[in-house]
């Protein structure tokens, strides 16, 4: 791995947790079995989504911090975060500038996949 990959590596990592902590730099969006859940099952699982940390060779072997699988409020949740162009029409020519890029949080049901 060059420096050049460490530190865009380091970038999408931080505007990653952006997204993932504190709901910025891009689109939060759910399957239908997370949004079928009651409400406060939803807001249990987005806030075990937003305080996950256990990022691990195992779950994140990029450093990207963009996918895992929790649980919260009784239910084993993934969730990935994807990168695409503009338009979303494509994927993103380079996530780790968010002039180009965006950044797509999807919560589903682990059965879901």
Do not use: W
Request: include cysteine.
């Amino acid at each position: 791995m060059t420096t050049t990959d460490v530190g865009e590596r380091a970038r999408i990592r931080v505007l990653n947790d952006r997204l993932r902590t504190e709901c910025l730099g891009g689109a939060i969006v759910c399957t239908n079995g997370v949004a079928a859940l009651p409400q406060e099952t939803r807001r249990a699982v987005m806030a075990a989504v937003q305080a996950f940390d256990a990022f691990n060779d195992d779950n994140d072997p990029y450093g990207e911090h963009d996918c895992a699988v929790i649980e919260a409020a009784g239910q084993r949740i993934i969730f990935k975060i994807d990168y695409y162009d503009l338009d979303m029409r494509m994927g993103s020519s380079d996530p780790s500038n968010p002039a180009v890029t965006t950044r797509v949080l999807t919560l589903m049901l682990a059965k879901e996949y």
